[in-house]
């Protein structure tokens, strides 16, 4: 079985960095890992429970998951794993968390777990399969920080507005049913 903890510094704020990741609408401008993600009955972003279908972008368009959230709770922790069975992965699951690391800076922490098969190739099968997870896992968070670096004060004015939207909508609802 494969377990790695691998640690990136994002240059924007947790809450920032885990929004571009979670929320479908930004997730597609940056992220080079997948072609296509859609989180179950169109919501914009997970929730505990919710499953995502993920096809795989480039070399790995062929690879399709479905993964259930198993935590979530924005701006710190998610954590998903897989649901089925997607060749060469048997189990799958991985968590993200972000701290703090100064300002306008975090941390991302991507643990993840991987098992492979056909178990009589597993011997030849994880090997590979984990040298090409952590380089494209690499390669995906290098891409995340990118886009950050460029479209962090984006991210941050949307957030604002989804904030601003909120307390009106709450605002309208508590006029509405004293």
Not at 31 to 36: A, K, M
Not at 40 to 49: F, L, N, T
Not at 102 to 131: K, N, Q
Request: some cysteine; glycine content about 4%.
């Amino acid at each position: 079985m494969a377990h790695q903890k691998l640690i990136f510094s994002m240059p924007a704020r947790a809450d920032l960095a885990f929004d571009a990741f979670h929320y479908q609408h930004w997730r597609a401008q940056w992220d080079s890992l997948v072609s296509r993600t859609q989180v179950q009955h169109g919501a914009p972003c997970p929730s505990v429970g919710t499953i995502s279908e993920n096809t795989g972008a480039g070399a790995l368009r062929a690879l399709y998951m479905r993964t259930q959230f198993v935590s979530y709770h924005r701006p710190t922790l998610a954590a998903a794993k897989m649901i089925g069975r997607s060749f060469p992965f048997t189990q799958w699951a991985a968590s993200m968390r972000h701290q703090p690391d100064g300002p306008d800076r975090s941390l991302l922490i991507y643990t993840y777990t991987f098992d492979v098969g056909p178990a009589w190739l597993r011997w030849i099968l994880e090997p590979l399969v984990r040298w090409v997870f952590e380089r494209k896992t690499r390669q995906r968070f290098a891409r995340l920080a990118q886009f950050l670096a460029v479209r962090a004060p984006e991210i941050a004015a949307w957030q604002r507005q989804q904030s601003t939207q909120a307390v009106a909508s709450n605002a309208t609802q508590t006029a509405h049913h004293p």
